[in-house]
């Protein structure tokens, strides 16, 4: 576990220090997921550790957060910075500037699972694979076995991160 | 509060927003039928909301424009054949619907408004739909039409059509009690990886957009309903069916005893509204 919390500008660092083969061996260690049911949620929701270890690509995450088969933020989130998506809903509060309001380890907690931080939320759990009532594979509307696979991954769930802390007030 | 929030919320979105709530037209069908669309809510509601709305205002003018009129709602096209199924004879009794029951004017008047609703013979909650299909096995000794299917759904439509503008106004005491409990659990059960209810979506955050769609009450006053996006009639227990399917959950068989006791739920929350099938929706 403690290998997980190496921040990434230590772990580059150490990479560059020591050469390229422990830089590899250092990757290795660090692409190491943390499984959906092993993430540490803190007293208020929040996710300390990095679900992979590997910096999230915001620009990824943003095209998640836009795509109906991905995140889908924007069926219930109006987001500014994401103008050029058709049609934001306006179930949850906008997302503008929720890098300014939230810290890294929130905004992956909420994304992770939003009801560890707002109790009773509409919002679902993107990084949670069981404990639901009649749980579906998908949208087929056929049966799914538990664990289901996760909505996102650990490592879409980074890229969403880091698209969301790019989201500042002007 | 939480609806302040929401408020709060649905400002700020405005600039992406095409909707803006239910809006206050007044519905009157071929220049005569008055439709209640808006009513005070039923007893059994009046903890959650005031009012109670029919998914008739939060349709586009365009939309909205097609119930008003017979001949622009392409609905009634279904409502014509059925009309003649309702006078075909069919099998091995050789009877038609007619044959029991004469005028479909005079005999359905009202029907539509109290079902489903509790059969004492049967010792069960009966769906229109599941009424049809009785008398067709029983009285006629033909074949149960499928639950979903499009002869099923306009048979429906006429019968409905029948009552018009007659308040919704389904029993929920007495025998059928228990069955509308079990829909009541239903509505506010979290199914799905996306644990949503019904009452997520209908009843606290009607009046919102979700992605693109403009949130109804879910009410089912003008079902069976054609809708623009599959030029089709389409049942209560198919757009059910979907809804589920859409949390990411194993749905319910159209029919089922579990779709009926929602059905019988979601009707009674719509007490009070006009009967207004065969609508138009997108």
Redesign the interface.
Known sequence: MKHLTVTLAQAAGLAATMGAGLALAGTAALAEEVAPNAVQYGEYGEVETSLTGVPGDAEAGAVIAGSKSKGNCVACHQVSALADVPFHGEIGPSLDGAGDRWTAAELRGLVANAKKTFEGTMMPAFYKVEGFIRPGDAYTGKAGTEPLPPILTAQEIEDVVAFLETLKEE | MKRQ??A???A??L????GAGPDDDTLVVNDEIEMVTKAAAPEHLSDVMDEIMSGWHFRSDETQALQMDDFENPAMVFVDQALETWETVEGSKGKSCAACHGDVEESMAGVRAVYPKWNETAGEVRTLNMQINDCRETQMGAEPWKYTGGKMAAMEALISVQSRGLPVNVAIDGPAQSVWEKGREMYY????????SCA?CHE??YG?????DHLSQGQINGFPVYRLKNTKLNTAHARF?GC????????YAPGSEEFVALELYVASRGNGLSVEAPSVRN
């Open positions: 929030v929401i709060a919320a649905a700020l979105a600039p992406f927003a095409a059960t979290r199914t799905g990886q996306l644990e949503l997520n606290d955050n919102n957009m979700i992605r693109a069916k589920v399917r859409d949390t990411r959950a194993e749905t």
